[in-house]
C-alpha cells in the first residue's frame, strides 16, 4: 500500500578476455534487512564461428519471448498471469544455454538449454546431473520499411521431487500435497512490431501474444496439514495417501501497447488459464 519502489537491480557487465564477457545482476528486495538474490551470473561467449554462441552459469531461459527479459524491461508491471502459474513468475536456471543464428535472409534462432532444473515447476533433487532441458526455434522478419515480426516454439522438460502445495478440502480443511515425477510445458509465441520508417523513438506500436501447454505425470502424496480430520481421507486422521497424478494445464495472454508520443504509451492485456 502506498508508494513503494519494489525490487531493484543493481548490474555489472564487462569483457573478461577477447573471446568472453560476463554480467552479474543482483535483485535487491524493497524491505530492510533482506538480503539480495543473484538473478544473473554468467559468462557468454564473443567470438564462436558461424553464428553460435555459448552462455554458461545463471540466467534468464530462452524459452517463449518475455523471459528473457528483465521485469524493468516489460510493458507492464507485472508477468502475465501464464507466467506466473506455470513459471512462479520467470524461468531462471542453472547450466548452459547454446544458441545458433543461421546465415539466412530472414530471422532465424535456434537454442537448446540443459540446466539443474532446480527452480519450479522443477525442484532441487539433491543430486547430480541435469534435472531440466530445454529447446527453442524463433523466426522472424520486416514488413517493408515500418513493420517486424517473431514467432517462435519452446520445450521445457523438468523434473520434480516432493514439490509442495497447499490446498484446502470442501470443509476447509488444510492439505499438504507433495507432486514427484515429470513436468513437460510447451510454449508458442508472437510479436509484431510497428514504428514509422522503422524508427519507434516518436510512435510505436507493440502487439504480443503467447500460449503455454504444461503436462505433468507422476505421484501426488496428500497428507494432513492440521491434524484434525484428513483432508485427503476423511476415514483416518492423520495420515496420507499416494495416488498416481496426471494433469494437463493451458494458458494464455496478448497484450498491445501503443506509444503516441515520445514520453507516453497505454497499453491492454488479457490473461486466461484453463
Known amino acids: 500500500r502506498g508508494f513503494n519502489i519494489g525490487e531493484s537491480d543493481l548490474s555489472l557487465e564487462a569483457s573478461i578476455d577477447p573471446m568472453w564477457s560476463g554480467r552479474l545482476t543482483l535483485a535487491l528486495p524493497p524491505e530492510n534487512g533482506e538480503s539480495p538474490e543473484i538473478e544473473e551470473a554468467f559468462i557468454r561467449s564473443n567470438s564462436l564461428p558461424n553464428g553460435l554462441g555459448l552462455t554458461a552459469g545463471r540466467f534468464l531461459s530462452g524459452v517463449g519471448y518475455l523471459n528473457s527479459q528483465h521485469a524493468h524491461t516489460w510493458d507492464f508491471s507485472d508477468a502475465p498471469l501464464p507466467y506466473q502459474a506455470f513459471f512462479g513468475g520467470q524461468l531462471i536456471d542453472d547450466g548452459l544455454q547454446l544458441k545458433w543464428l543461421a546465415p539466412t535472409p530472414v530471422f532465424l534462432e535456434f537454442g537448446a538449454e540443459v540446466g539443474r532444473g532446480a527452480n519450479f515447476p522443477g525442484t532441487d533433487r539433491n543430486?547430480?546431473?541435469?534435472?531440466?532441458?530445454?529447446?527453442?526455434?524463433?523466426?522472424?522478419?520486416?514488413?517493408?520499411?515500418?513493420?517486424?515480426?517473431?514467432?517462435?516454439?519452446?520445450?521445457?522438460?523438468?523434473?520434480?521431487?516432493?514439490?509442495?502445495?497447499?490446498?484446502?478440502?470442501?470443509?476447509?480443511?488444510?492439505?499438504?500435497?507433495?507432486?514427484?515425477?515429470?513436468?513437460?510445458?510447451?510454449?508458442?509465441?508472437?510479436?509484431?512490431?510497428?514504428?514509422?520508417?522503422?524508427?519507434?523513438?516518436?510512435?510505436?506500436?507493440?502487439?504480443?501474444?503467447?500460449?503455454?501447454?504444461?503436462?505433468?505425470?507422476?505421484?501426488?502424496?496428500?497428507?494432513?496439514?492440521?491434524?484434525?480430520?484428513?483432508?485427503?481421507?476423511?476415514?483416518?486422521?492423520?495420515?496420507?495417501?499416494?495416488?498416481?497424478?496426471?494433469?494437463?494445464?493451458?494458458?494464455?495472454?496478448?497484450?498491445g501497447v501503443f506509444k503516441f508520443t515520445p514520453e507516453w504509451r497505454a497499453g491492454v492485456r488479457y490473461e486466461q488459464l484453463d
Open 127 to 255: 543430486k547430480n546431473g541435469a534435472g531440466a532441458g530445454a529447446i527453442f526455434a524463433h523466426i522472424g522478419g520486416d514488413v517493408g520499411h515500418s513493420n517486424a515480426w517473431r514467432a517462435g516454439v519452446s520445450y521445457l522438460k523438468t523434473k520434480a521431487s516432493d514439490r509442495e502445495a497447499h490446498f484446502a478440502d470442501t470443509s476447509g480443511i488444510e492439505a499438504l500435497g507433495k507432486f514427484t515425477g515429470d513436468s513437460a510445458t510447451w510454449l508458442a509465441d508472437f510479436v509484431w512490431k510497428w514504428a514509422l520508417n522503422g524508427n519507434p523513438k516518436y510512435q510505436n506500436f507493440k502487439f504480443q501474444t503467447e500460449y503455454f501447454q504444461r503436462r505433468e505425470k507422476g505421484d501426488l502424496t496428500c497428507s494432513d496439514d492440521e491434524g484434525v480430520g484428513n483432508a485427503c481421507d476423511p476415514g483416518a486422521s492423520g495420515s496420507s495417501v499416494t495416488s498416481t497424478y496426471k494433469t494437463r494445464q493451458s494458458g494464455w495472454y496478448a497484450q
